[in-house]
């Protein structure tokens, strides 16, 4: 089984600044794309971020000069910089992973998600 574990959310003010962590484990021969999505109150999940494993990053508008996405392959680990936060950035946010498992096919998992809360 894989596992996605998410850290670092949490309440900020306007302006400020949030890192958040997503580490995968269990049975995992390596990863190819992962990402961040957010979901607000009574919207959609959405994607906020991604990046391949060569590192080829992508971002929603929204977010664009903002955030930033990279990740550690030795690690199993995704990071999101997330920088002058503002109160719609307010969210539970996923990690997602394509995982090539021992027996060599791609399966999608989903962390539990985090909470972030951009408040004064």
């Known amino acids: 089984q894989v596992q996605l574990v998410e850290s670092g959310g949490g309440l900020v003010q306007p302006g400020g600044s949030l890192r958040l962590s997503c580490a995968a484990s269990?049975?995992?021969?390596?990863?190819?794309?992962m990402g961040w999505y957010r979901e607000a109150p009574g919207k959609q999940r959405e994607l906020v971020a991604d990046?391949?494993?060569?590192?080829?990053?992508n971002y929603a508008d929204s977010v664009k000069g903002r955030f930033t996405i990279s990740r550690d392959n030795a690690k199993n680990t995704v990071y999101l910089q997330m920088n002058s936060l503002k109160p719609e950035d307010t969210a539970v946010y996923y990690c997602?992973?394509?995982?090539?498992?021992?027996?060599?096919?791609?399966?999608?998992?989903w962390g539990q998600g985090t909470q972030v809360t951009v408040s004064s």
């Open positions: 269990g049975s995992i021969f390596s990863i190819n794309g």
């Open positions: 990046i391949t494993r060569g590192g080829r990053t």
């Open positions: 997602h992973g394509n995982v090539i498992r021992p027996d060599l096919h791609e399966y999608s998992y």
